[in-house]
């Protein structure tokens, strides 16, 4: 089956613009996680979906991020007025039903460079 | 708050070599244990992990890990890696009733035929 996928693979932007990522998680999984990797460093946490409850956004660096996901499908990250510390992959993640022991299965990532 | 250590950045072996990568945490209580793994121009995906029962795990590819409590350590083995083993690895802890993952900032494994 199709796992995770995550568009568009490669980001290039200007400071200040606004970018947009998607996440396509598996069918299925009522959970949903979106982290960042900054080069040479573990997964930073960003926020987290969990079918219909509210989602966990104490990972968000700075109000210029937010993200939206529509039911238990399609999430998006937004990212505004873009600065250069935002270059970083952009990991998404999705998980059967979000438990402590669950397995995650992650997309290939969106590689953003701010320039 | 948590964290996670993995204090092999780079680690560079021969092929045969046995494999032991560190993973500590700092957290009190019951934990759950991962080890993901990412081959080279692949997604992160699970290795084995761990959450109640035998401390000793077993996982793909001939890789186990065992868990010490006492030790708040979860550190990754292979007794013979191949050239295939090269990819980056990471150890990630969750406490229970806690959903969100922390991640070690990974391992690079190198291994030279």
């Known amino acids: 089956g199709a796992g995770v996928s995550q568009s568009p693979s490669n980001k290039v932007t200007e400071k200040g613009k606004d970018v947009e990522l998607r996440c396509d998680p598996i069918?299925?999984?009522?959970?949903l996680y979106w982290y960042r990797q900054r080069l040479g460093q573990g997964l930073e946490f960003l926020i987290y979906?969990?079918?219909?409850?509210?989602?966990?956004k104490s990972g968000l660096p700075s109000d210029r991020f937010s993200a939206e996901r529509t039911g238990e499908s399609v999430s998006t990250l937004t990212i505004q007025r873009t600065q250069q510390e935002d270059s970083a992959v952009y990991l998404c993640?999705?998980?059967?039903?979000?438990?402590?022991?669950?397995?995650?299965?992650f997309g290939p990532g969106t590689r953003l460079t701010v320039l | 708050a948590q964290s996670v250590s993995q204090h092999n950045h780079h680690v560079i072996l021969s092929e045969a070599a046995s494999l032991e990568l560190g993973c500590n945490y700092s957290?009190?209580?019951?934990?759950?244990l991962f080890w993901y793994v990412q081959y080279p121009g692949q997604h992160l995906q699970l290795l084995l992990k761990?959450?109640?029962?035998?401390?000793l795990v077993k996982g793909i590819k001939g890789f186990e890990a065992e868990f010490i409590k006492s030790k708040f350590s979860f550190n990754l083995r292979k007794p013979s890696v191949q050239w295939s083993d090269t990819a980056e690895y990471f150890c990630?802890?969750?406490?229970?009733?806690?959903?969100?993952?922390?991640f070690g900032r990974g391992t690079s494994l190198i291994v030279h035929p």
């Open positions: 993640a999705s998980s059967l039903d979000g438990g402590g022991t669950d397995t995650q299965y």
């Open positions: 069918s299925g999984h009522t959970a």
């Open positions: 979906f969990q079918g219909n409850s509210a989602p966990d």
């Open positions: 957290y009190g209580g019951t934990v759950n």
């Open positions: 761990y959450f109640s029962g035998d401390p």
């Open positions: 990630a802890v969750n406490a229970p009733r806690s959903y969100i993952p922390t």
